[in-house]
């Protein structure tokens, strides 16, 4: 399993339940010597995100998102990863502090909607309505990618006891 450097070094990631349905939100910081580019045509995490099956949103409301893409969220025990197809680890999230509820409805659907954009100042005490509103803001001025993402446990085995 290898680490893609990624502009993600800080990110805020955020676990909202919409109508029951689950929405991890993951806010890039924008890197310091960021250009004009648009985000979609800069190296990082939000291209290689695009590259692997993520679509640029042109809002968020009334959007569908699309499934099938390359990448899928694993938690484990300590930490969330959002790995590729290759296995390789795009970012990684401390599972300590999401809200149990966002966790068990993500198992029980085998999946969530994920959202990743630079710059969108969702901060900790925004409620859900406001995060989305942010989401539309950030998608109309092309910064933000999304999609339906798999979410999985590994198995936990027991331990084997000999005698």
């Known amino acids: 399993m290898s680490t893609l450097p990624a ?14 349905l689950p929405l991890l939100v993951v806010d890039l910081e924008p890197p310091a010597d960021a250009d004009d580019a648009p985000p979609a045509l800069r190296e990082g995490l939000f291209r290689t995100l695009l590259e692997r099956g993520l679509v640029q949103l042109p809002r968020f409301y009334d959007v569908e998102l699309p499934k099938g893409v390359r990448v899928g969220l694993t938690l484990e025990r300590q930490e969330m990863r959002l790995e590729d197809d290759q296995e390789t ?17 993500a198992l029980a659907l085998r999946g969530t909607m994920l959202c990743v954009g630079p ?22 001025a092309g910064r933000v990618a999304g999609a339906i993402v798999g979410v999985a446990e590994p198995a936990q085995g027991l331990p084997l006891l000999f005698n």
């Not at 710059?119 to 109309?140: K, M, N, R, W, Y």
């Open 89 to 105: 680890t795009l970012l990684r999230v401390p599972r300590a502090g999401v809200d149990r509820a966002w966790t068990d409805r």
């Open 119 to 140: 710059g969108l100042g969702v901060g900790p005490d925004h409620d859900a309505h406001e995060i989305c509103d942010l989401l539309d803001l950030g998608a109309t």
């Open 7 to 20: 502009d993600a070094v800080s990110a805020a990631a955020r676990f909202v339940l919409l109508r029951d």
